[in-house]
């Protein structure tokens, strides 16, 4: 292991043995056992269509779901995935396996959809509709997109953040004080109250500059090189809204980020993935594959 992965492991919870006695599986019907891809003692991965595969899952029976969904900007994921629908026939499908994501979850379960502005301003007013709880909309900065003539530069998606009823868990997170990359020296004065301030560093705010791109070989499959999400990100998710041993659900996939988060933290997981699950399957079954440094403070 590299020194990435132990400092990742340091800073989370340690693993703990799993006694077998319960696995995710067993909130999914039997018809769905066949489409199983990859299973783990902690997760299971259907190589499915999620419209497929979530009715088939327990209602009220998962902590936190976390999509992050095509966006409807005719990428190629493969042949079976359609990403450049109609706008109308994209909201009608989101609002399809958000319906199940709302069942599925938990009463206090937290749902996070990650999105453009455009969509999520759309399902977010939708989930909003159907009972769900505005948390926040968090804004994750991004750096990568390029100017649209006419309109302000796009620097962000937008992350939302639902819960079914007053939350369950949330654990307040901590960022380290900002300090130049140079000389070290604190960015912010803090007004004259830095002495003051929680040594572990400052709550975390509604906005998230400080989530990588995942551009480095080291942190991606040979399979999967494109569309994936830092470590840091969904780390960050998942040590908010849950604790050690529940359960997480991710409808799609990708290269398997969520279920690397979920395996490394000790929680339950739950996947889906219509595409092809070889990256997935070898980033679950091999530890080249690196996670993101975070320097999260989580507490309770
Ligand atoms: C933006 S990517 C997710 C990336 C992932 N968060 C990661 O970090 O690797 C969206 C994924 O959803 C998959 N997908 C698209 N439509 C799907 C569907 N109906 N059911 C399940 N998966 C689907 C795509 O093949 C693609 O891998």
């Known amino acids: 292991m590299n020194n990435l992965a132990v400092n990742y492991l340091l800073l989370n919870e340690p693993p703990c043995v799993k006694t077998g006695a319960f696995h995710p599986l067993s909130l999914c019907s039997r018809d769905v056992a066949d489409l199983q891809a990859y299973k783990t003692p902690l997760g299971v991965v259907f190589n499915a269509d999620c419209l497929k595969v979530l009715p088939r899952i327990e209602d009220a029976s998962v902590d936190t779901i976390f999509a992050d969904p095509p966006f409807n900007l005719d990428k190629q994921y493969g042949k079976k995935v359609n990403d450049n629908l109609s706008e109308k026939a994209y909201l009608v499908w989101s609002k399809a396996w958000l319906k199940e ?154 290269s398997g980020t969520t279920f690397d988060v979920c395996e490394r933290s000790n929680r339950y997981w739950i996947g889906i993935e219509k595409e092809s699950c070889d990256a997935i399957v070898e980033r679950l079954s091999t530890p080249h594959i690196c996670p993101h440094e975070h320097d999260d403070f989580i507490e309770g």
């Open 101 to 254: 994501c709302m069942r599925i979850l938990k009463p206090g379960g937290s749902l996070f959809v990650y999105n453009l502005p455009k969509w999520n301003i759309l399902l977010g007013a939708y989930l909003a509709g159907e009972g769900m709880l505005f948390r926040h909309w968090i804004a994750v900065n991004m750096k990568l997109s390029l100017p649209i003539q006419g309109r302000l530069y796009p620097s962000h998606y937008s992350l939302l953040y639902y819960t079914k009823g007053k939350p369950q868990t949330f654990r307040k997170i901590r960022t380290p004080i900002k300090v130049c990359r140079h000389c070290s020296k604190e960015l912010k004065d803090y007004g004259g109250h830095r002495d003051a301030m929680n040594p572990k560093g400052v709550n975390l705010t509604d906005v998230w500059d400080d989530i990588p791109p995942v551009r480095h070989r080291k942190f991606k499959s040979e399979k999967r090189t494109e569309n994936q999400l830092s470590t840091k990100l969904v780390n960050r998710v998942v040590q908010m809204s849950t604790h050690e041993g529940d359960i997480v659900l991710d409808p799609f996939g990708g």
